[in-house]
């Protein structure tokens, strides 16, 4: 069962559990927008298709806050939003703590290479940019509370990659990960605009599983 936080004619916020798709793939797995439209039929009584736009993403991987559009005005102005980085994201990851700095900006140029999936670092490609600071240390791991500027794909992970703090369990960007480990990413907060009603809505969530468990103080402050 899907977590949900907030629910009203225009907005439907979930906490996205991790290791789903968003979205229908390749895998043919269960996706989040299959659920949740499966969802609002059945507690609706919605005869037909029902509407549910995805107007941002989160990597299969990851878990936490998503919010979707419940109708396509809501959807457009959510977009609109976001594109005008009226959007505050702000999400928690433990990173290899190997000369971290309390606190930072990364800016960088992200390309895509469509037949590996695979982002890089490369002057051609969009900007990207992410402040972050450290909430805790721990052995060899920082938990870190990041804010993105710009929303581009595997943007946390290639931009601390990048630096060599790679985020804990992320195989595809860390070549010594543990195998058979969750990534520590976290969709912790959002903050935005009511498509509507123009009311500033705050949703949070946290995470529990490891390594996120051993950062209990700073998770609960």
Known sequence: MIDILYED?????????????VQADSSKDDDLLSLLKAYIKDKYQKPGNVYLGLVHRLDRPVGGVMVFARTSKAASRLSKMIAAHEFEKIYLACVKDNGLKDSDRF???????????????????????????????????????????????HQIRVQFASRKHPLYGDHRYDPEC????????????????????????????????????????????
């Open 178 to 221: 543990i195998k058979n480990t969750q990534i520590a990413l976290w969709s912790h907060k959002l903050c935005f605009r009511h498509p509507v009603s123009n009311e500033e809505l705050v949703f949070t969530s946290f995470p529990h599983n490891r390594p996120f468990d051993r950062f209990k103080e700073a998770l609960n402050e």
């Open 9 to 21: 004619n225009h907005l439907l916020v979930v906490e996205k559990p991790c290791n789903i798709p």
């Open 107 to 153: 800016v960088d140029h992200l390309i895509k290479d469509p037949k590996t999936n695979m982002v890089h670092v490369d002057p051609k490609g969009k900007e990207a940019i992410l402040d972050y600071e450290v909430m805790q240390r721990k052995g060899d791991l920082a938990l870190v509370k990041i804010k993105l500027k710009t929303g581009r794909s």
